[in-house]
Nanobody, 116 residues
Framework: QARLEESGGGLVQPGGSLRLSCAASGDVLNFRFAIMGWFRQAPGAKRELIASITHDLRPQYADSLKGRFTISKDNDKDTMYLQMNTLQPEDTAVYYC????????WGPGTQVTVSS
């Protein structure tokens, strides 16, 4: 599998925005053709899939996002993105990327903290 590295997280006030990146390196063929997804894991909670995108760029989202997030993917750059708008405290979590089943080795994740 490709190596996946998440970045772009940080501390943001409620209502703010962040853009997360998931960069693939090494063996990137699976990254390019798999259904990829963004996951998040809040403290004490299970890791959950919140958005996914196919190789031909068809997105799907968890209902809980309420239309606030947008997933995208650039196969030429081997990078996947998650644009997060109108962030709320309940969005606080470590965000990861993987295939939509979460079966590849996990990257380091990136911490998103939404707090005033």
């Amino acid at each position: 599998q490709a190596r996946l590295e998440e970045s772009g997280g940080g501390l943001v006030q409620p209502g703010g925005s962040l853009r997360l990146s998931c960069a693939a390196s090494g063996d990137v063929l699976n990254f390019r053709f798999a259904i990829m997804g963004w996951f998040r894991q809040a403290p004490g909670a299970k890791r959950e899939l919140i958005a996914s995108i196919t190789h031909d760029l068809r997105p799907q989202y968890a209902d809980s996002l309420k239309g606030r997030f947008t997933i995208s993917k650039d196969n030429d750059k081997d990078t996947m993105y998650l644009q997060m708008n109108t962030l709320q405290p309940e969005d606080t979590a470590v965000y990861y990327c993987n295939n939509n089943h979460g079966t590849w080795p996990w990257g380091p994740g990136t911490q998103v903290t939404v707090s005033s």
